[in-house]
């Protein structure tokens, strides 16, 4: 294959998978915009049978309708997920030197100001470098990830979040790390961290649909960038990112 019929092969390619996109995004989009409005009446009527019948409805009626009305609220975050999902590769990608410092900060002052009771040991390295990203999807990845730290820290007393760079075998990329002396996970159940809903810990201990993980790698990866995790159970978990750093 000559070096023009491979450029156009590549091409050709590239258009395809860009073709694919746009179908999976537009479906996606479709399926949520569709299922909504069922959604909305599910809700709505349930709240009016409440509402009308009810002093007449018994205890036990009255917990079916609030299971239908959770339910229909649950599904409804599940298609907001997907659709968030479908829409990480097609946004537009602002890619520029961010300090990260600034943008850690940040992420650490909004996490706390929603969590104001919380006693948290923020243990955040001095002078971490700037890397290349984009600062919208940064600032996301960010507050995903330490707001999961502080989730998983609820059962202690104190939680302490270390946020630590390390050197990287990559060339031209750098090391973000994480830890934190929350309950951790079974190592055995990795795999199951990244796939779309999956969850290592039942809604009743821990809220959350399953997505925060799957949407961080996928917008750590539209910057060149990577997502890894450890844990042990009850000690603690270490999150790693990988990012790039600026050319030149």
Same mark, same amino acid.
């Given at each position: =294959?000559?070096?023009?019929?491979?450029?156009?092969?590549?091409?050709? $390619? &590239? +258009?395809?998978?860009?073709?694919?996109?746009?179908?999976?995004?537009?479906?996606?989009?479709?399926?949520? *915009?569709? %299922?909504?409005?069922?959604?909305?009446?599910?809700?709505?009527? +349930? @709240?009016?049978? &409440?509402?009308?019948?009810?002093? $007449?409805?018994?205890?036990?009626?009255?917990?079916?309708?609030? /299971?239908?009305?959770?339910?229909?609220? *649950?599904?409804?975050? %599940?298609?907001?997920?997907?659709?968030? %999902?479908?829409?990480? +590769?097609?946004?537009?990608? !602002?890619?520029?030197?961010?300090?990260?410092?600034?943008?850690?900060?940040?992420?650490?002052?909004?996490?706390?100001?929603? *969590?104001?009771?919380?006693?948290?040991?923020?243990?955040? @390295?001095?002078?971490?470098?700037?890397? !290349?990203?984009?600062?919208?999807?940064?600032?996301?990845?960010?507050?995903?990830?330490?707001?999961?730290?502080?989730?998983?820290?609820?059962? #202690?007393?104190?939680?302490?979040?270390?946020?630590?760079?390390?050197?990287?075998?990559? /060339?031209?990329?750098?090391?973000?790390?994480?830890?934190?002396?929350?309950?951790?996970?079974?190592?055995?159940?990795?795999?199951?961290?990244? @796939?779309?809903?999956? #969850?290592?810990?039942?809604?009743? @201990?821990?809220?959350?649909?399953? =997505?925060?993980?799957?949407?961080?790698?996928?917008?750590?990866?539209?910057?060149?960038?990577? %997502?890894?995790?450890?844990?042990?159970?009850?000690?603690?978990?270490?999150?790693?990112?990988? $990012?790039?750093?600026?050319?030149?």
């Amino acid at each position: =294959m000559t070096d023009a019929s491979a450029e156009e092969h590549i091409a050709a $390619l &590239q +258009a395809e998978l860009a073709g694919l996109r746009a179908e999976m995004q537009a479906f996606t989009s479709t399926v949520s *915009h569709d %299922l909504r409005a069922p959604l909305r009446h599910i809700v709505s009527y +349930a @709240q009016m049978v &409440q509402e009308d019948a009810g002093p $007449l409805l018994s205890e036990e009626v009255k917990e079916f309708l609030a /299971t239908i009305t959770s339910s229909a609220r *649950h599904m409804g975050l %599940l298609l907001d997920g997907l659709t968030a %999902l479908s829409r990480v +590769a097609a946004a537009p990608l !602002h890619l520029e030197p961010i300090g990260l410092q600034d943008a850690v900060q940040e992420a650490c002052d909004r996490l706390t100001s929603k *969590h104001p009771p919380r006693a948290v040991d923020w243990q955040v @390295q001095m002078d971490l470098p700037v890397v !290349h990203a984009d600062a919208s999807l940064l600032q996301r990845v960010l507050e995903e990830l330490l707001g999961n730290a502080l989730k998983f820290t609820a059962p #202690r007393d104190r939680a302490v979040i270390a946020i630590r760079a390390l050197p990287s075998a990559q /060339t031209g990329a750098m090391v973000l790390q994480v830890q934190d002396n929350g309950v951790g996970f079974n190592p055995a159940m990795q795999a199951n961290l990244f @796939q779309v809903f999956g #969850r290592l810990h039942s809604a009743q @201990q821990f809220e959350g649909i399953g =997505m925060g993980l799957v949407l961080s790698r996928k917008r750590l990866q539209c910057m060149g960038g990577a %997502l890894d995790i450890e844990a042990v159970v009850d000690g603690g978990c270490c999150v790693t990112l990988t $990012l790039p750093l600026p050319q030149g």
